[in-house]
Nanobody
Framework: QVQLVESGGGLVQAGGSLRLSCAAS????????MGWFRQAPGKEREGVSC????????DYVDSVKGRFTISGDNAKNTVYLYMNSLKPEDTGVYYC??????????????????????WGQGTQVTVSS
């Protein structure tokens, strides 16, 4: 079991930056691949970024490549999502999730509840134009 708590969301103007944090407890970050997902009002949840267990590899959805960076801090058992050059279409509730089944060095940015079994409560990100 792992418990996840997101923080760092807020209201920001287009072009601004935010850093989201996902603190994990129960088992260490190195035991799971981690993913960030988002859900805008009236839309389905979508994958944003993922990082493999231990942080050796990462992936991003095309719409955020070059603007977002995912990283992990094993000592703090925390995963971060650095979001730069934010756009209004980045608005949504951002969730982090843990996937215990992916092979080391791999992760998937696809929203898959069979893989990502553990979820945080989400943090709201609002980007104004």
């Amino acid at each position: 079991q792992v418990q996840l708590v997101e923080s760092g969301g807020g209201l920001v103007q287009a072009g601004g930056s935010l850093r989201l944090s996902c603190a994990a407890s129960g088992r260490t970050f190195s035991s799971y691949a981690m993913g960030w997902f988002r859900q805008a009002p009236g839309k389905e949840r979508e994958g944003v970024s993922c990082i493999s267990r231990g942080g050796s590899s990462a992936d991003y959805v095309d719409s955020v490549k070059g603007r977002f960076t995912i990283s992990g801090d094993n000592a703090k058992n925390t995963v971060y999502l650095y979001m730069n050059s934010l756009k209004p279409e980045d608005t949504g509730v951002y969730y982090c999730a843990a996937d215990w089944s992916s092979l080391p060095g791999t992760c998937t940015v696809v929203y898959n509840k069979r893989l990502y079994a553990y979820w945080g409560q989400g943090t709201q990100v609002t980007v104004s134009s």
